[in-house]
């Protein structure tokens, strides 16, 4: 006598149903991610494309850089500047155990300019702009003016897009100098101020402690940034369907997807460069 | 400009600006447009009737080329437009206007630069031939004044005309209006219906209007645009502009093509009830 078995179902009639439900469901995820990655793939290589053919939007790309470039600064300075002070804060309680309070300025800027610098403009930037990109193109999507655009024989991609990539590429790579900077200056005010320690060391080490290395990592990995921030934004903007909520669906997808996107990419690319910098 | 008493469903036509062959599209369920056929010929009005949710707006984009159909073809200036790329199409859709249902303007800039966004997409056109031109058009459509304002500034109706001022400043070749007066109170609606009529009449620029409103589309056939009074006026009784017709969807079917006297004397239980 055969008895069914706890946690199986003994009919096989109606669990293949199940099973086939689930594997359907899960073959038609895995389609729609490939289909999503092949189209924004083939988004992003049109819109670093169009550089090279006109026409080209140059009005467009400095009135971007002024919103990217100009408009983060505050953010990322301020950002920049709490997060090199918490480092100092951090780090010279647990250096003091080893009587190395002196190498606070050079933990300091070793870890903003390599990591912290690049990664944090990259997520704090992603907040502001991928998300105002998303925004701002779904809403032009769901009220046809993305149609009245291409109606008028302007290409979308061309005055929205191509601008606002380059644009946060190279805003990227300014913005992190301003964060490895205000990050070191921070650093640099919880060392005198609250851990009464000597400036002068903790400048001098901080700027001895940097070799070509560690700046050409630190200056790389915005350019990756850049471009995950303005390609994500504007192709879930010009995705955008069903109306506000759609746009407020795109918009969370963007500033999710970029911000996930920056941390991967800036592992890859940290692996990378150490394996062909060789820095240590 | 002559007027017929018996007009014909296909006046004076030589050449075609559109042609649409067979065009049909679903998305994701039943077909919205099946085995869609019709002309549109040179100085020709042709006003698209039927119900919301028919798939007129739908036809509209496809032969701008703004989607693609799943099957069939739009001939426009002679050019097959779904064998073009997105690129070439560009260039032929600047020798279009169109006028979308919503107005579509681009409420981050005034409306100056909505209507001369064409222009100032050119570095070759100078900053004050732009403004020139701009004011052309917004007195062309009654709203000089506008100049400087943003679109949220405006009037639903004022932003209807904005709009086909913007669709008019490069002289295009072939209109499209999608109902350019829905929503829109009696009053407004006749003052964007004698701007459509200026248009065809000054200009005699073809087109192609999208309405469910049967009093503007009769108010199109039977009055004609005076330059010397610059107001529509009334064709003398019996006579219809010879170069004005009527299409009518229903269920994604085209099932009327013809004149306004066809249109009246259809048998079809549909334009009967549509017309009652």
Not at chain 1, 165 to 184: K, R
Request: one cysteine or more; a negative charge.
């Amino acid at each position: 006598m055969s008895y069914p078995v706890l946690g199986r179902d003994s009919n096989p009639a109606s669990t293949r149903p199940a099973e086939t439900m689930a594997l359907n469901s899960l073959d038609l995820t895995a389609k729609q991610t490939l289909l999503t990655v092949q189209e924004y793939s083939l988004f992003a290589w049109k819109a670093v494309r169009n550089l090279f053919k006109p026409p080209v939007y140059w009005t467009d790309f400095l009135l971007q850089s002024d919103i990217i470039g100009v408009g983060s600064t505050s953010i990322v300075l301020l950002s920049g500047f709490f997060t090199g002070g918490v480092l100092a804060l951090q780090s010279a309680a647990t250096l003091a155990q080893f009587g190395a309070n002196g190498l606070t300025g050079r933990f300091v800027s070793l870890t903003m300019i390599r990591e912290l610098g690049p990664v944090l403009t990259g997520v704090m930037v992603s907040g502001r702009n991928a998300s105002s990109m998303a925004s701002e193109l779904g809403s032009m999507v769901v009220t046809e003016q993305i149609d009245a655009m291409r109606a008028l024989g302007v290409d979308p991609m061309r005055k929205l897009v191509t601008p606002r990539l380059y644009s946060c590429v190279a805003m990227l790579f300014f913005l992190t100098i301003v964060a490895d900077a205000f990050g070191i200056i921070g650093g640099g005010f919880v060392t005198v101020f609250l851990n009464h320690q000597n400036g002068t060391q903790y400048f001098s080490t901080a700027w001895e402690a940097l070799r070509f290395p560690d700046v050409v990592q630190g200056l790389v990995k915005p350019l990756f940034s850049g471009f995950i921030i303005a390609s994500i934004g504007c192709f879930y903007g010009m995705r955008t369907t069903g109306g506000t909520e759609g746009v407020g669906r795109a918009t969370i997808q963007a500033v999710v997807t970029a911000s996930v996107l920056i941390i991967f990419v800036d592992f890859i690319v940290t692996h990378l460069l150490l394996t062909l910098l060789g820095v240590g | 400009m002559s007027h017929s008493t018996t007009p014909s469903p296909e006046p004076l036509a030589l050449s075609k600006v559109v042609e649409v062959r067979h065009l049909s599209i679903a998305f994701e369920g039943p077909p919205v447009l099946q085995d869609i056929s019709f002309t549109v010929a040179p100085g020709e009005t042709r006003i698209l009737l039927g119900a919301a949710g028919v798939g007129k707006s739908v036809l509209l984009k496809l032969i701008n080329g703004l989607i693609r159909p799943d099957k069939g073809t739009v001939l426009l200036f002679g050019d097959d437009i779904f064998a073009m790329r997105e690129d070439q199409l560009f260039a032929l859709r600047a020798r279009t206007g169109m006028v979308f249902q919503e107005s579509a303007l681009f409420d981050s800039l005034t409306v100056r630069d909505n209507v001369g966004y064409q222009l100032l997409q050119d570095p070759g056109i100078a900053e004050e031939e732009i403004d020139t031109r701009v004011r052309q058009a917004l007195s062309f459509v009654g709203l000089a004044e506008t100049f400087a304002l943003y679109p949220s500034s405006l009037s639903g109706g004022m932003r209807r005309r904005v709009a086909i001022a913007r669709a008019l400043i490069n002289r295009p070749e072939f209109l499209l209006y999608d109902s350019p007066t829905g929503g829109l109170d009696p009053v407004t609606s006749t003052n964007i219906i004698e701007l459509i009529m200026k248009e065809r009449d000054v200009h005699a620029t073809p087109s192609l209007l999208v309405t469910h409103r049967l009093q503007d589309a009769f108010t199109l056939c039977t009055h004609h645009y005076d330059e010397e009074s610059g107001s529509m006026v009334k064709l003398p009784k019996g006579q219809v502009d010879p170069n004005t017709s009527f299409l009518m969807l229903e269920e994604g079917n085209l099932i009327f093509n013809g004149s306004l006297h066809d249109l009246v004397h259809s048998d079809n239980p549909f334009v009967r009830e549509f017309l009652e």
